[in-house]
């Protein structure tokens, strides 16, 4: 069973930063592409970055050079780092794993950024 816990999540000026982290089950952490995708009120929910196994990576070109996606082996956990935060960055953010095997995708709980003066 797959599992995403999301933590690091809070409130932020403008200009600041944030470390969100994402703790993955250890079968996930080793075989599926993980990814963060926030959703903001009223919009879609929307893909900010991913990182495969292979340690691919891809980012939303809102995010591109200001957040930062990692994975930490030893925590089986994937590390997105967001600096330059803008109040257009406020949203739920949520860990996302998916198996092409089954054509599934596994979700986090969400974690809130919001980000304000």
């Known amino acids: 069973q797959v599992q995403l816990q999301e933590s690091g999540g809070g409130l932020v000026h403008p200009g600041g930063s944030l470390r969100l982290s994402c703790v993955v089950s250890?079968?996930?952490?080793?075989?599926?592409?993980i990814a963060w995708y926030r959703q903001a009120p009223g919009k879609q929910r929307d893909l900010v970055a991913r990182?495969?196994?292979?340690?691919?990576?891809d980012y939303s070109d809102s995010v591109k050079g200001r957040f930062t996606i990692s994975r930490d082996s030893a925590k089986n956990a994937v590390i997105l780092e967001m600096k330059d935060l803008a109040p257009e960055d406020s949203a739920v953010y949520y860990c996302?794993?998916?198996?092409?095997?089954?054509?599934?995708?596994?979700w986090g709980q969400g974690t809130q950024v919001t980000v304000s003066s």
């Open positions: 250890r079968s996930a952490f080793l075989f599926l592409p």
């Open positions: 990182i495969t196994i292979a340690d691919r990576i």
């Open positions: 996302n794993a998916f198996s092409s095997g089954t054509n599934t995708n596994f």
